[in-house]
């Protein structure tokens, strides 16, 4: 248990003078790590707080820390190249799985039980007639379209790829 | 000459540029008062918990309803048949008592003549010896170790010990003043980051906890940011015992943002933020949250 918290923290002084230039040094992260993002566990009557490595790697984006100096991914604009290629089967997978859109966390869509009320409704997405390039627009950075949305650009920040949000542009034309 | 001057001028300009502060987005910077009324502004829920001893228990037991109590029944005297609040408070107890043999302890927190009664209502504040705001677990840490134990900020026995020392105030209201001075600059910097745009989904606290109040993420609904740090460290079934520091880190790394240490600088302005926002409510612990 020891050993543990003694390797976290030698992996935490390490990481200064590797990451200084990237990484603030208050970042809770272990860089011998596999995913280096690191989560605190709570032992019972222990004057120790243990750190256990997380199951994703969030190093790459801004933290909320005074020090870190790495700049936000700015709005990004692209354009659709035709054909859209996309799976609306994949899509609608995509749409449900947390790890990759998860988009009924703030959309209400068919086949969801409890949905987010947060973002615009998606049932009947089809009956809207919008163009694929402005909704692959709309999914792969909002912030073109809506400074102020708070929907994640999921194409700019690298949280889905090109084709999956292709799939995704193909699934929500598909919903009568 | 004057020409010579101006390019020269003109060639600093970009090594200052790369010295300023990196890209960030922001959503749109609210305005909020200091004291838990502010919600009646934000989103009305206050009406509904204003009185912890006059809540709505109807409401707890309805999914659309409970988030307008704040959770706030699950606040004492809730359930006082035992939740491992009770458990770390007792913890807590005996931990203070060894550590305050000769009274060091309680002086070393800030307690005057050794009493605790009101002290965590102070709480985040100005520690001259540690020249920065400091929250009590803070300064838990740092008072245990000059008593030769280790008590590292976000261990259990750390936020047993703030526990114990938050009792001693139960029912008393949140009180720090942000006015003016260096708990001034903290409460703006913490309002800044509050709404500051991070990580892996570029989202700000504010981008659900002002403008999205009362809404559902899937089965969660949002709740106002107001008299929120009234009962913490709280008790929690995934983390036992947690305190806001903590939260924080939880918070973080539910919407993909990397976490900070606990005690980082900018973990205490958001601590001194989101206190602002509860003065005026009573401190109640130990507390049992989802």
Known sequence: ??????????GLSLAIPVWGAELPADAAVNPAAPTKTLEPKVVVNSGRLEWIPFKRDLTAWPTLSHEDKRPTVKPRKVKLSAPLNGDPARGREIAQRADKGYCVVC???????????V??????????????AAVYQQIFDPRVINPNSVMPPYGANNILTEQEIRDLVAYLQSIE | MKRTFLIALLALVPLVAHGADPYREYDPLEKYEPNVRGDMKLSGSYRHWSDPKNLDWRMAGNPDENWKLNWKFMDPPFNSAVHGGHFALDRGEVLF?????????????????????????????YRADLKRIAGLEEVVEMCAAKEGRVLQNGSYDNSAISL??????????????????????????????????????????????????????????VTTPYGDAAH????????????????????????????????????????????????????????ERE
């Open chain 2, 164 to 221: 114990f020392v938050a009792s001693k105030s139960n029912g008393i209201p949140i009180k720090i003043d942000v006015a003016k001075g260096v708990m001034h600059d903290a409460f703006e910097r913490g309002r800044k980051l509050f709404h500051m745009r991070t990580g892996k989904l570029n989202l700000a606290c504010s981008s659900c906890h002002t403008h999205q109040i009362g809404l559902h993420l899937r089965g969660t609904v």
């Open chain 2, 97 to 125: 008592k060894e550590l305050n043999g000769k009274g060091r302890f309680a002086h070393c927190l800030g307690a005057k003549k050794g009493n605790l009664k009101g002290l965590r209502t102070q709480y985040p504040m």
């Open chain 1, 119 to 132: 973002g615009l409704v998606l049932t009947h997405f089809k009956l809207h007639n919008y163009a694929d």
């Open chain 2, 232 to 287: 913490y460290p709280v008790y929690r079934t995934r983390y036992q015992l947690q305190s806001l520091h903590l939260r924080f880190i939880e918070c973080n790394l539910d919407t993909r943002v990397q976490p900070l240490m606990p005690g980082s600088r900018a973990y205490t302005d958001l601590e001194v933020f989101l206190t602002a926002l509860t003065n005026g409510y009573p401190v109640t612990v130990p507390s």
């Open chain 1, 107 to 117: 959309h209400q869509m068919p086949g969801e039980e409890w949905p987010g009320t």
């Open chain 1, 1 to 10: 248990m020891r050993i543990g918290t003694t390797l976290v923290w030698l």
